[in-house]
Structures are given as structure tokens and as C-alpha cells.
């Protein structure tokens, strides 16, 4: 789909039929909805059933951007990823799941689905000529992530899905990191596409939210889990979402752009020790994220020569950029992985994922790039 295609399909799809003539799909603020008397239970119209017309809507927005015959909302992307691996494994079954997952995700497949007797087995993204040992009579799913956090290494993407094709595997991957405007992840072969919602999607910091897009037949299998955990999105978080989706081709643009430039920058600042940005052709994956991805995303990370002080010291000069966790928002926000999101983890093994203390995190804004240029020159000066 060529990028004025999608960039039309975002402002469109999912607005019709246009309630009494308004243009921007309302906010249906009603918890049930008036049914005959004869309606099967799965018909009923109910916030938690995902299903009122403000999922509807902003549902056939998601599908229509993933290329997707059917997609759902969750309540957040936690919501939508333990639905989608709760709708495919049970008691008994094996997962596959890449190393270095989002901690969240960690500690579903970890604490939870161990807990309910779900095993699992972590692969190296990069290495497939590993997999085949990993398999065992009861592996049902393998789980990937677009781009991991916060190295922003690449699996071999294409080479999961025609494993997962061969093994009979549900295949899903978490392309939240990309989106729909650099990957399409139905296109390459996976079952599912799954998103928090929370970041790039939504794309203004303002709620929790998350996405599965996939065939109607296994969309419906993971509603119905999502059903019965009770994780749906409220309608207005559904309408900000809707609002959000509306521009994502047009922000995520900006965020390629803005990220690249500054990190073709940041490469040149004496102040930088290690820089990690899929764009550049020094990032390990680089060759596989050219082929993969329409853009490299808003996502990149560096360590200073001058270790913790030096982060810290960057972090309390640089202006623009707010010092908070998550990504994905218009606005530039730095933060140190190990403080935050990696902050569970043993300080040995972060080190050993590359992980380090000093490492800093930018989720790249879409404010002007040459004002961003200067700012992070100016922090990092002297
Ligand atoms: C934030 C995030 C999640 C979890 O999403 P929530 O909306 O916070 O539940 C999952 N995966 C990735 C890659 C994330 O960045």
C-alpha cells in the first residue's frame, strides 16, 4: 500500500456510516444498548464485549491500517497481548518467545502463564538456524516484538513466520515500535499483529490502550478471551484513539525523519560512546530493518563516554525532551532504561543484554528536528 493510500485509509476507514451527518464518529457513552427480545448473548451490545459502536469504528480503523480482515481494541496493550497468547495456549502447551521482551511481556509468560502451566523457551531473534531444537510436541505459539527495547535489535522477522508457517504455529508479533506505516506484519506472515496502543497509534500520550489485527476466525478466538477477562477499552478512550489513528501516517513520517537526523548526528558527537538506531548503517540489524521496515521509527539509544554521571548530567541539561518512561507520544521524552523499564532486572543481567546503567533512551518527538539537533548538541556540550 503506497504511503498516500494509507494516509487516506486513516482519515477515512471506520467513519461510516456518519451518525446524523457528524463527521468525527461520536462518543457513544451508554454501557448496553436496547436489543430485541431474542438476541443470542453474543450479540448484545456491551462496553465489555468490545463491541458497541465506538469499538466498532475505531476496530475497522485498526484492520483497514494492518490490511487486516478483522481487528479488536483492548483496554491496554497488556490486555490485547495476554488475550491473544491466552486465546492459542493452555495447560500443557509451549511458547516460543524471543529474548528481551517488553517487561510487561515478560512477566505474563514468566509469572502468569507459568503459573498456569504454560512453559516456554526463549529464542535468539536473529539466529533461525536455533529454532528447530527449541520445538517441542506442544509448542503452539511463537511470539516476536518488531524491534526490541531498548537496543532496538531486529529478529529476522520474515524467517519466524515461514517457521511458524512450517511448524503449524500461531505466529504474533508486537509491532508496536513500528506500526502499521513501517511494518506490515500480515503481509510477511504472521497470524496476528498486536500493539499498545498506548504509544505510536494513539501517538499523544492521553490513554492506555492496545490492538490484535489478524483473519476474522482468530480475531474472534482472542475477543472471546478478552471477553471473559474483562480488558475492553472505554468509548472515549475508543474516540481518542479513533482521533489519534487519524494522523499516524503523517506523525510516524515525522518520527523516521526527526529520529534519523538525529541520530546521523548524534553518530558525529565526540560525547557519544555507543549509539543504537536501526537507520544507521553501523546498527548490527541495519541491512535486515532496510528490507523490513518503510522507516527505522522514533526509537534510538546512546551511552556517554562519562558513563552514569554523564547521562545524568545530559538528562538534567537537555531542554526539550521531558525525562519520563513510555514512547510514542508527540512530544520527545528521554529516560534511562535502567531506572525504568528495566529496572526489575539484576544489574548482571542487564549488563549481559547490553542493557547498561548509563544507557539513555529517547523516544524522538515530532518537534522541529533542527530544535531537537540543538537542544541534545547543547546538553551534551562540555
Ligand atoms: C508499552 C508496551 C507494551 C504494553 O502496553 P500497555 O499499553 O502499557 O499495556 C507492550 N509492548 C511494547 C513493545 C510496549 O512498548
Keep these: 500500500m503506497s504511503e498516500a493510500k494509507l494516509a487516506t485509509v486513516a482519515v477515512h476507514a471506520g467513519e461510516d456510516p456518519r451518525v446524523a451527518g457528524a463527521v468525527v464518529t461520536p462518543v457513544f457513552q451508554s454501557a448496553m444498548f436496547e436489543t430485541g427480545s431474542d438476541v443470542a448473548y453474543h450479540d448484545i451490545q456491551y462496553i465489555r464485549l468490545n463491541n458497541t459502536p465506538s469499538h466498532r469504528a475505531v476496530a475497522e480503523k485498526v484492520a483497514a491500517l494492518e490490511g487486516a480482515e478483522a481487528a479488536l481494541v483492548a483496554g491496554s496493550g497488556m490486555a490485547a497481548i495476554s488475550a491473544s497468547l491466552l486465546a492459542f495456549l493452555s495447560a500443557g502447551d509451549h511458547l516460543l518467545v524471543q529474548r528481551c521482551l517488553y517487561g510487561g511481556t515478560h512477566g505474563l509468560v514468566q509469572e502468569e502463564l507459568t503459573a498456569l502451566g504454560v512453559e516456554h523457551t526463549s529464542f535468539d531473534g536473529g539466529a533461525p538456524g536455533s529454532w528447530q531444537a527449541l520445538l517441542r510436541p506442544r509448542t503452539r505459539v511463537i511470539y516476536v516484538e518488531a524491534m526490541t527495547n531498548p537496543l532496538l535489535e531486529v529478529a529476522d522477522l520474515r524467517a ?213 539537533i540543538a537542544d541534545f548538541e547543547q546538553a551534551l556540550a562540555g
Excluded: W
Excluded at 543504537?276 to 541491512?287: E, K, N, Q, R
Design 160 to 372: 519466524v513466520a515461514a517457521f511458524a508457517r512450517a511448524h503449524g504455529l500461531v505466529a504474533i508479533v508486537d509491532a508496536t515500535f513500528a506500526t502499521p506505516v513501517n511494518l506490515r506484519p500480515l503481509a510477511i506472515g504472521f497470524d496476528l499483529s498486536v500493539h499498545s496502543c498506548t504509544k505510536y497509534m494513539n501517538g499523544h500520550s492521553d490513554i492506555v490502550a492496545g490492538s490484535v489485527a489478524g483473519s476474522a476466525l482468530l480475531v474472534d478466538r482472542v475477543r472471546k478471551r478478552l471477553n471473559h477477562l474483562g480488558g475492553s477499552l472505554d468509548p472515549h478512550g475508543c474516540f481518542l484513539l479513533q482521533r489519534g489513528l487519524k494522523t499516524l501516517p503523517l506523525r510516524m513520517a515525522q518520527h523516521n525523519a526527526s529520529a534519523l537526523a538525529l541520530a546521523e548526528r548524534l553518530a558525529q558527537n565526540p560525547a557519544i560512546a555507543r549509539l543504537h538506531y536501526p537507520g544507521l548503517p553501523s546498527h548490527p540489524d541495519h541491512a535486515r530493518a532496510r528490507e523490513l521496515f518503510r522507516g527505522f521509527g522514533g526509537m534510538l539509544s546512546f551511552e556517554l563516554h562519562g558513563g552514569v554521571a554523564a547521562a545524568e548530567r545530559f538528562m538534567a541539561r537537555v531542554k526539550i525532551p521531558l525525562v519520563a518512561p513510555s514512547l510514542g507520544g508527540v512530544e520527545s521524552l528521554v529516560t534511562r532504561p535502567a531506572t525504568t523499564s528495566h529496572a526489575g532486572l539484576p544489574r548482571e543481567e542487564r549488563e549481559r543484554i547490553g542493557v547498561s546503567d548509563a544507557l539513555v533512551r529517547v523516544s524522538v518527538g515530532i518537534e522541529d528536528p533542527a530544535d531537537l
